[in-house]
């Protein structure tokens, strides 16, 4: 097999691959740049016509907007305005709304600006380090001085150790259905006809963008969206500020952490803050209150209240929530909450079995298409080809919960080897809660890079060094009292 074309000179080391190239990938990438010694490549590896957008921002809908307001969207968290100083010098208003509850910029142009940004990266310097490999990486084993990849067209890297920032994947199984559309890819879509419903399997964020897709494409029907509990997500509102509770105390058990959150939105009302003003303060302390609660108090989380949290926690831009108001004050769109029970495919339909939630009978409903719009699901499941040959060779595992890896400390992937792997973001979640926004990747990034670079550089121990506990490179998983080391600190607002 041919060996990889982005081989090092003799006078460089190996690279250190970053495989993702949504945002992810592109500030872990960026970041290594700035904290590698120059002799060290950086491989950023990816199958798309963009790199530096992803799934995420890889879109040309205006209506699909950034559910974080710009203020707190810069790619780097010790340049808190960079983003919002890009969007000072880009055209007027291009994808911009602003709005009483702050400035909301368009996904797409997000894309443009991390685009620009990977841009910036590959032509920096005399020498360029940042090489491109367009190719997905489906396996990756031990090899001399780290790892070797392997791409999907056969091409081999080696490296001397890898980033996994593959960001969300892809729920699982469950779906399976000839009338089943990719929400992100509005060409299938095709001609819908109008009076016959469409279904949207899910009722998050993802589901706000399916529904102005397909109002974007024409699509005047009805539209169904079904998840187990039918919660839509709530909306940015002007809240004020409130400083950040101290709730370490209540941590040992969920109900006592729930009501102290609910204590102090209590007394934010009294002051005349929202609620809204509550959750962004919790923000840097998440991460500790989560590693505080007993596994068992996690698990209780994750079966029970995560919707509740998400849909307050991960709140629509106001022009996106206004628009899902309106659909369902209009019945053209309807929230059900209920379970799926089963697709039969029919020649021109999906016949959907699903069962409302509280009742007994089921119910069916035709409808012409399904998108799916359930977010992640449980990673042991995933049928990613790299992820499944990591762990089928123990060189990574699921991590407790089954929603993202086993990460340790250092970010670096647990398995039963010892391979030069870590990661960020979504795949880190379980250990780090708060890693799917652009705040809380942009500062793992910045972590990450500093500790991949320890990590390669040579440290001899001398012979009479007493052995000492190392200390953790990221405080936020190993010491609850330091998670905010982890978080912005120019802002609590989302």
Known sequence: MPESAARPDSHQKLPVAVIGAGFSGTVAAIQLLAHLPPDYPVLLCERAERFGRGRAYDTGNPDHLLNVRAANMSAFPDRPGHFEDWLAGAEPDAGVRRTPAGTFAARGLYGRYLGELLAGAVTAGGVPRLHLVNEAITDARPGPGGLVLTSEGGRRHAVAGAVLAMGNLAAPGGLESRHRVDPWRPEGLGRLHPHRPVLVVGTGLSMVDAV??????????????????????????????????????????????????????????????????????????????????????????????????????????????????????????????????????????????????????????????????RGVGQIAGTGDPLLRGLFDRGLARPGPFGIGLDVGADLAVRGDGSARLWTLGPLARGALWESVAVP??????AALARIVAAALRPQPVPAYAAVRPVKAACPAISDPDRASAMSPRVSSTP
């Open 440 to 445: 809380d990747i942009r500062n793992q990034a």
């Open 212 to 373: 102005l897709t397909l109002r974007r494409q024409g699509f005047s029907g009805q539209v169904v969206a079904l998840s187990r509990r039918g919660l839509v997500p709530a909306v940015h509102a002007p809240a004020g500020t409130w400083p950040r509770p101290d709730l370490a105390p209540e941590a040992a058990s969920l109900t006592r952490l729930l009501a102290g959150i609910r204590r102090e939105v209590a007394a934010a009302e009294a002051a005349g803050v929202g609620w809204h003003g509550v959750i962004d303060a919790l923000r840097p302390a998440t991460d500790a209150l989560w590693l505080r609660l007993p596994p068992p108090e996690r698990a209780r989380f994750l079966r029970h209240l995560r919707p509740y949290w998400d849909v307050h926690r991960h709140r629509a831009a106001p022009p996106a929530g206004a628009a899902i108001a309106a659909e369902i004050a209009e019945g053209s769109l309807v929230v059900r909450a209920a379970r799926l029970l089963g697709i039969e495919d029919r020649p021109d339909e999906a016949r959907v079995t699903l069962r409302p939630r509280g009742g007994a009978a089921a119910e069916v409903l035709d409808v012409q298409c399904i998108l799916d719009a």
